[in-house]
Every structure is written in C-alpha cells, then in structure tokens.
C-alpha cells in the first residue's frame, strides 16, 4: 500500500515528470508480479534507472532482476531441463512481438539463460553448473551463447526496434498506427536504442500536435487521478482512499 502511495507521489511532484511516465510506461511493458516488496520495489527501481537509457543494457538488466527471476521460473531453468517461459516472453512480450521467432528459437535461447539465479537479498547470480555450455543455434546464429548474446542478437533484428516504436506510438501519441511516423522513429532508436533520443524526437515532431492526436485517448485511471490533481490540485483527508479510487475507477 505505501508503495503505491509512492508511485502515485512521485508522478505528481517529481521534478522528472519524462521519466516516471517512462517508468508507468514500462512497468506495463515489462510486466511482473511480487508479492516481496524489497524485490517489487527493486524492480520498479530499476525501471526508473533506465526508463530513458540504453534499451539493450534495459533488457539486460531487467533479465537479471529478482522479481523476473521468479515471475518468470527463470529460477527452475536448469541445463538438465530447460524452462522456456522467459524465453517465450523475452521474445514475444518484451521485444519482438508474435510471429517473429521460431519454436527452436525459444528451446536454444532458453538453454542460453539456464542457471540465472538470485541470492536473499535479490543479488544476481549465476549458477555455473546449471548453466548449459553448448552450442546453440538462435536465429541462424550458432555460438556458446549466454543470455546477453540472446539479447544482443535479438536487438539486431529491426523488428524489435518497430515493436517499442509502435507501442511508444500507441501509448503517447495515438492508438492508430502511422506507418510513415512509426519509420521515422525506427530509424532513429534503431541506430543505438538509446530511449531518450527517441522520446526527443516524438516530441519534437509537428504530427506529434497534429489534432488528430489531440486528445485522442481515454486516460487510465492513474492517468485520470494523476491529471486530475494537477490540474485541480487536491489532497484527500485519508492518504489510502486513492487506492480505493484506484480500484472504483
């Protein structure tokens, strides 16, 4: 609950209004679930660090996490019987999207991420023996291939770059897809993926104030709470009643 009370906090005061959007954005993207709320609120913390970085050390990072670790039964991948739930998810939900990888794609990639593993404390760490050091085949590469290798080959292919784009697309400027502005942002996050540049550029466009994009979308409720209390500031006499408004709305 305090955490909540947190996050809410900190998208109506923070002097980084960008970046905890990015992190709002982003905790839907990369979705998890925690009960353990040392490993939720490291989670969300690492959102916050690099909701405006390097979209590649992003997906590394976040491969790394504990919350992941266990969301995502990374912690039962083992070299004796892989576990393709991360590897599936990796592809499908966090960077490629549907009908951009093969089956084997998901069996080698998930051989390549046995043994990840984390202390108590959320620490990361690999556990040598569980960890498979075959060769792999991913995606017509073939190499003794760890989970950064998978990330790295993945992020090579252009289709990742346009699946973040259009999904920034839908969420800032509109739910239907441009073709012709969804390339222009390919072309500049494809280059190094770097999500600041790419936020820059969206915001910096004439099609972005376009009135067709003008008050196109239906405000979330966080959205809805958010602007409301800036627009109309304020303060409720029981702090944890915007969690029950949360949950009305």
Known sequence: MDFNLAGVDRLNTSKSVLRERMTLFWSNH???????VVYAQHYNNMLREYALGNFRDFVQAMSKEAAMIKYLNLRQ??????????????????TLGPGHYTENDIKESARAFTGYFNMLDGTFRLRRFQHDYGQK?????????NGDDIIDIILENRQCAKFICEKIYRYFVNETINDSHV???????YRDYDISKLMRYVFTQDWFYDNDNIGNKIKSPIDYLVGLSRTVPFSLKNEKAVIKLQKLL
């Open 30 to 36: 990369f979705v998890c679930g925690e009960k353990n």
């Open 137 to 145: 085949t991913f995606m017509g590469r073939t190499g003794n291939f």
């Open 77 to 94: 991948n083992v070299k004796a019987q892989p576990n393709e739930n991360f590897a599936r998810e990796l592809m499908e939900l966090f």
């Open 183 to 189: 390339t222009s942002m390919v072309n500049i996050f």
